[in-house]
């Protein structure tokens, strides 16, 4: 667009930071949320960004159902899985401090596996099949969600959006990250459409009448009160194939939810029965396995990245540019962008102007 604004990624990140620090976030808490976040922005995933620093994180703290400061609990813990209580702190950093976790018994014992309980939104879920990527493994995260998927031939919310993100590391410039919700689209990126004030794509949500909903910011106070739901992947019904995606939303809950012991489908509505907030107490999965178990990690590496150049030098569909494997699109993104930084439109500046006045934060902003 021709009035964005670009900030750079350090300056934004900073400017994050010290804002969770003022709304009482503790200083290591604060740099991994800040991280978390600017991350998402710079492989393009605009949905889980920046945008959600003030919307998501800052006003859940200011309405007094998220607690800025983590209370990181080990319920259960064994050579090659654990159970953690976040206790409703900030789920960026009890995700990256249980995927730590995953990726330390992994490397000790093969593989880790650490579930979940009563945590928060903890951002882009690509970050931490990353973090286990870097230390020679492959990765797996899943999480829950406030309720926003309609069963197949159902039309009421019910299950979240719930990711199920894979990440393998490849010879190339970069690896293999498969980030995507079990829907056909998700909250964030409805969100997006609104900072945008474009209307939906027709599929993407339903209403309870079982027809189409465009109207972006309607759906997303309907969304919250029950009144649309967003389509399984693959769709209404059965004939493009929405039952897989019901059905891996499932999977994904019960990953997230049953091994932990975590609030599952309505309990995550936030708000209760009068309306009022309350929080939304998320499950996450964590797994990582150490490719070395298997077969030298170069090796994998080179059979990974084969596959996926082959897919892409595979024949193309008539009018078609090019043939993308997971995580290059990201990759290109951050060529993009590297020199850049994010881009702000007029509802993000605003977002962050609030925030500074807010916080009376003393820094300095590009608009």
Known sequence: ??????????????????????????????????????????????????????????DRIWAGIQNPVTNFEIVRDTDTTAVVDGHNGMGHYIAVKANEMAVKKAK???????????????????????????????????????????????????????????????????????????????????????RLDKELPAGWVIGLDGKDRTDTKQVLEDLTKGKAALTPLGGLGEMTGGYKGYGYSIVVEILSAALS????????????????????????????????????????????????????????APGAEKIYTPGEKE??????????GVPFNEALIKSFREVKEKLNLKMDMPF
């Open 261 to 316: 012991d975590a609030d599952f489908l309505k309990a995550l509505n936030g708000s209760d029965e009068s309306g009022k907030k309350i929080p939304i107490l998320l499950g996450h999965f964590f797994m990582a396995v150490d490719i070395s178990r298997f077969l030298p990690v170069e090796r994998f590496k080179e059979i990974t990245g084969t596959m996926m150049r082959q897919l892409r030098d595979s024949k193309k």
């Open 108 to 194: 000790e014992s093969g593989v880790g596996i650490v579930a979940v309980r009563n945590s928060t939104h903890y951002g882009a879920a690509c970050y931490y099949p990353l973090m286990a990527i870097k230390e020679g493994c492959f990765g797996l995260t899943a999480t829950n969600a406030r309720p926003s998927i309609a069963p197949t031939w159902g039309v009421e919310n019910m299950l979240g959006t719930n990711p199920m993100t894979w990440g393998f590391p490849t010879d190339e410039d970069f690896p293999f990250v498969l980030d995507c919700a079990t829907s056909v689209t998700q909250r964030g990126k409805i969100e997006y459409y609104g």
């Open 331 to 340: 990759h290109e993104a951050w060529l993009e962008r590297k020199d850049k």
């Open 1 to 58: 667009m021709s009035d964005t604004i670009w900030w750079q990624f350090d300056e934004v990140e900073r400017f994050m930071y010290e804002g969770f620090r003022a709304i009482g976030v503790p200083d290591h808490e604060a740099k991994v949320c800040a991280n978390v976040l600017i991350t998402a922005d710079k492989r393009g995933i605009d949905s889980h960004g920046v945008g959600r620093f003030k919307p998501i994180y800052l």
